[in-house]
């Protein structure tokens, strides 16, 4: 008799004893384990061991190993528990196996390699288990400390709209009257006065417009607005041509040429002003990588499509994103300008998310590519 054939009849054969001796000994040894979830697997289980020739990874039921892993693991079941319940089963097969071979008429030479075969489904069953297991025990840490960096970015963002809010009431206030006051002297002077002292006063004016900058950068935090902006209708082209505007002083007298590469104009619904606020930033920024240095005075802006998403890219050619920032470049505070908050690109992250959009960078030395994106849905 060969070994295939009598090790198919044992199986065939005892189908039910060695399910039942397997179930109980879960039951009495491994209770952290889902047992209603392995009962309903236990068939399926059987089978893929008893088709020794059929290779694990390649058997119809080899997804049960995934799902009874998940089951396990959203159970709380300790690791020691999985790999104890393939021993289980191998007590189990055992327990059946060996009076059964006592029976045959077979000489040891059939009947060891049979044995042999079977220990070694077995064995390659648990590895594939542990490592399914590892896998996927894995992924779900991986998966947590993602949304557990989430949260901590909404605190950290939440708090500082709590702070945002309290600075705008013990500021801006002072800062109205200071403009206020300033806007009076120069009234009160008289012409050959005010001559004398306009330089002075330029550089208060200055300095009082940076300030309130930075506080407003604070203030767009908030997440309490007492005014949100509403969403507009706008095409991107006349969302890039009202930012060109702004800044095209800034472009002028740092003699910085801006290519544009619309492929795409598409009408979208969007807040206008902060949206204009974002792509500023950007185009700031790269002014500011084209300066002191050779670097080409080019910015180049681009929109495109693709199934999902519109896009809008803006790309200079300078000195690139320090590479000690890129990891936390979207991360409040973070800045390599020595006057900087590092509250543009953080602001940024937080306008495109609520216009269901996002932001995501590239960059090398002598190339730097900042992308927004709109969804289309």
């Not at 040894?29 to 236990?42: D, G, H, K, M, Y």
């Not at 005010?194 to 006063?201: A, G, N, Q, S």
């Not at 929109?303 to 803006?314: K, P, T």
Request: contains cysteine; aromatic residues 10%.
């Amino acid at each position: 008799m060969k070994h295939n054939t009598w090790l198919q009849e044992f199986f065939d054969t005892h189908r039910g004893t060695v399910i039942d001796t397997w179930l109980r000994l879960l039951e009495s040894e491994a209770p952290q384990l889902n047992l209603r979830e392995i009962r309903e697997s236990a068939e399926p289980y059987y089978d893929m061991l008893r088709d020794v020739d059929i290779p694990v990874e390649q058997h119809p039921y080899y997804e049960l190993i995934t799902r009874v892993c998940r089951c396990c693991h959203e159970n709380n079941a300790p690791f020691h528990c999985i790999l104890h319940m393939v021993h289980l089963w191998r007590l189990s097969v055992i327990d059946s196996l060996y009076p059964y071979i006592y029976q045959l008429e077979c000489p040891p030479e059939q009947i060891l390699p049979a044995v042999f075969s079977l220990h070694t489904r077995i064995d390659t069953i648990q590895k594939e288990i542990g490592t399914a297991y590892l896998e996927y025990a894995t992924d779900q840490l991986l998966k947590q400390r993602d949304e557990t960096i989430g949260q901590l970015h909404n605190d950290r963002l939440s708090l500082l709209g709590r702070m945002a809010a309290s600075m705008a009431h013990e500021l801006k206030n002072p800062l109205f009257a200071i403009e206020g006051f300033l806007q009076l002297i120069e009234a009160e002077l008289s012409n050959d006065e005010l001559r004398k002292v306009k330089r002075y006063l330029d550089v208060v004016q200055r300095e009082f417009k940076g300030l309130y900058g930075q506080i407003t950068g604070f203030l767009s935090f908030s997440r309490n607005q007492q005014i949100e902006e509403l969403f507009v209708a706008c095409r991107l082209s006349e969302l890039i041509d009202a930012v060109i505007e702004l800044v095209r002083p800034r472009l002028n007298s740092e003699g910085v040429e801006v290519e544009l590469q619309l492929e795409q104009d598409p009408s979208l619904r969007l807040q206008k002003v902060a949206l204009q606020q974002v792509l500023s930033n950007l185009l700031n920024n790269s002014i500011e990588a084209l300066s002191g240095g050779m670097y080409p005075k080019l910015i180049r802006i681009r929109s495109y499509e693709d199934e999902r998403n519109y896009y809008l890219s803006v790309t200079d050619y300078g000195s690139g994103v320090p590479e000690h920032l890129k990891e936390a470049i979207f991360t409040p505070f973070v800045t390599s300008k020595s006057n900087g908050t590092g509250l543009g690109l953080a602001i940024c992250k937080q306008i495109m998310e609520k216009n269901g959009g996002g932001i995501s960078f590239t960059s090398r030395a002598g190339e730097t590519v900042f992308t927004l994106h709109f969804s289309k849905k």
